[in-house]
């Protein structure tokens, strides 16, 4: 997603799980979370740990605190729960996770090997990766973008390094994805233009965001499955 450096991190967070059709990117945050909900709901568990590795602002927190679950954020600097070293090592024993979650943080990961390694290390035998991408977006450096997956591409790439995938979602396809873009880009567009710009986005972004559920609605499924937006991944440790 594109990150939205004037709101606050309570903003972000907020936006990201319960987002406005005035966003530009709702049908995306929108799918997003309603797949992590789903998710949540057939992996939680009372009394499971649950480490967010690379949580920002921890914006699915609750919906994990909510089922029960001891979440426990994981990031750079002090803010979160757990710290990650700059050499990518997370501060958290081995085995200490019945979850890893890992959302919208794989693309702007440099070493793959390392991260996905850390993740492997986190969790309990019979545990559970549940991980978001994007299969298709614009270039958006937090503070790096590295990559885009195809699901195949993906699936190989978690594959190979030992998980065993078991399930994929995708979140928004390709033709309800170009509106978005266009969306996108006249928001960056009018919120430059004082007073009259941001008012004149709302009216645009409704319609706009209107026309990308029709467009996504009509879209094949098979289309959508191998040219989404996201992919939601659920995959286990190979043994």
């Given at each position: 997603?594109?990150?939205?450096?004037?709101?606050?991190?309570?903003?972000q967070?907020?936006?990201?799980?319960?987002?406005?059709?005035v966003?530009?990117?709702?049908?995306?945050?929108?799918?997003?979370a309603?797949e992590?909900?789903?998710?949540?709901?057939?992996?939680?568990?009372?009394?499971?740990?649950?480490?967010?590795?690379?949580?920002?602002?921890?914006?699915?927190r609750?919906?994990f605190?909510?089922?029960?679950?001891?979440?426990?954020?994981?990031?750079?600097?002090?803010?979160?729960e757990?710290?990650?070293?700059a050499?990518?090592?997370?501060?958290?024993?081995?085995?200490t996770?019945?979850l890893?979650?890992?959302?919208?943080?794989?693309?702007h990961?440099?070493?793959?090997?390392?991260?996905?390694?850390?993740?492997?290390?986190?969790?309990?035998?019979?545990?559970?990766?549940?991980?978001?991408?994007?299969g298709?977006?614009?270039?958006?450096p937090?503070?790096?973008?590295?990559?885009?997956?195809?699901?195949?591409?993906?699936?190989?790439?978690?594959?190979?390094?030992?998980?065993?995938i078991?399930?994929?979602?995708p979140?928004?396809?390709?033709?309800?994805?170009?509106?978005?873009?266009?969306?996108?880009a006249f928001?960056?567009?009018l919120?430059?233009?004082?007073?009259?710009?941001?008012a004149?986005l709302?009216?645009?972004?409704?319609?706009?965001?209107?026309r990308?559920?029709?467009e996504?609605?009509?879209?094949?499924?098979?289309?959508r499955?191998d040219?989404a937006?996201?992919?939601?991944?659920?995959?286990?440790?190979?043994?």
């Amino acid at each position: 997603m594109i990150h939205e450096p004037h709101r606050s991190a309570f903003d972000q967070s907020t936006r990201r799980r319960k987002p406005r059709i005035v966003d530009s990117d709702w049908l995306v945050l929108r799918g997003l979370a309603a797949e992590v909900t789903r998710a949540a709901d057939g992996l939680a568990r009372p009394g499971a740990t649950a480490i967010d590795v690379g949580c920002g602002d921890q914006p699915y927190r609750l919906l994990f605190e909510e089922r029960g679950v001891i979440y426990q954020g994981a990031d750079f600097g002090t803010a979160a729960e757990i710290g990650i070293a700059a050499d990518g090592s997370v501060a958290a024993p081995d085995a200490t996770a019945d979850l890893v979650l890992s959302f919208q943080v794989l693309e702007h990961v440099r070493d793959l090997d390392t991260y996905l390694a850390e993740i492997k290390r986190l969790l309990r035998p019979g545990g559970r990766l549940l991980l978001s991408t994007h299969g298709m977006w614009l270039y958006h450096p937090h503070p790096e973008d590295h990559r885009r997956w195809t699901r195949e591409g993906l699936a190989n790439d978690l594959q190979s390094r030992g998980f065993a995938i078991e399930s994929c979602r995708p979140v928004v396809g390709p033709l309800a994805l170009t509106t978005i873009i266009r969306l996108t880009a006249f928001a960056y567009a009018l919120r430059r233009i004082p007073l009259l710009g941001p008012a004149m986005l709302v009216p645009l972004a409704i319609v706009m965001n209107a026309r990308a559920v029709i467009e996504d609605w009509i879209t094949p499924a098979a289309v959508r499955n191998d040219n989404a937006c996201v992919y939601l991944v659920q995959a286990l440790v190979v043994e």
